[in-house]
């Protein structure tokens, strides 16, 4: 049978910007437009939509998950931290001052409505535990003891140890930088992360596996972007941290459309199934997004 490669599908494009949720900067301006994403009308849930028999397709792939998705994983001593792009506070007080005084300096010449994207990302990258929950519900795949050995529990525990460094970055320079209210978005991000996340992926790993590869290519091209824009805007330093997140997002969203190319050989029929049901209802990880006083935010955008 002849190879496919799911990058010679053509699937919708996303484009990671924001909803329109109003949130108010230390100028006391209100912003709108955090990022429109396709909302299902319907909540409706649909589980455990595999057949038990395909059970043994992804069984059957652990040897091969072992051998060509795990080294898609970064030792963890080669991996960036934090703290490495951040001001130093074991410096001594004066010194740490004047980083985060240089830091704010920075961060004039961004503008609010910069603000509230990187913040909507930030929050984005903060729903990693709903997001590793959400894979856990996948028949075949889920790490079954929270310590599985288990290759594609390896995988998945890997992926989000890396994906947690970005949201823990991103809050810490937004916190530093003084425009935005912490309390407010920290409010928000306790409410999403309250109500979960529908991702219509039915605990099926084919759609499970197709949606991951599009949502880590459409973060990718978010944090590209905004590397992009801060750099133009004079703050090289919020430039490099937003690349270097688009690059973990990059090797990700390689390792997930790895995982569909193999199953478009080994079950095209499924596979592409799968790709048909998710192209043109992908949701982001924050479509349940809530700020304590509008609960459906997304389905009552203007």
Known sequence: MQSTSFS???????????????????????????????????????????????????????????????????????????????????QGPDGFIEEVRALRQRVLGLSDEYFVTLVANMLGEETLPTNLTVFNTLDGVRDETGSSSCPWAIWSRAWAAEENRHGDLLRTYIYLSGRVDMMMIEKTMQYTLRAGLDNKTENNPYLGFVYASIQERATFFTHGNMARLAKEAGDPSLARICGTIASDEKRHESAYTKIVEKLLEVDPNATMLAIA??????????????????????????
Not at 277 to 302: A, E, F, T, W
């Open 8 to 90: 010679q599908f053509t699937i919708q494009s996303i484009v990671w910007t924001l909803p329109r949720l109003t949130t108010t900067t230390t100028t006391g301006r209100k912003i709108g437009n955090l990022f429109p994403i396709s909302v299902m009308a319907s909540r409706h849930q649909v589980t455990h939509s595999m057949p038990p028999e395909k059970l043994e397709v992804f069984k059957s792939l652990e040897p091969w998950v072992s051998e060509n998705i795990l080294d898609f994983r970064k030792p963890i001593e080669k991996c960036w931290q934090p703290s490495e792009f951040l001001p130093n506070a074991s």
């Open 277 to 302: 049901h998710d192209k043109n209802r992908i949701v982001m990880p924050m479509h349940l997004m809530c700020d304590g006083q509008d609960s459906n935010m997304y389905d009552n955008l203007p």
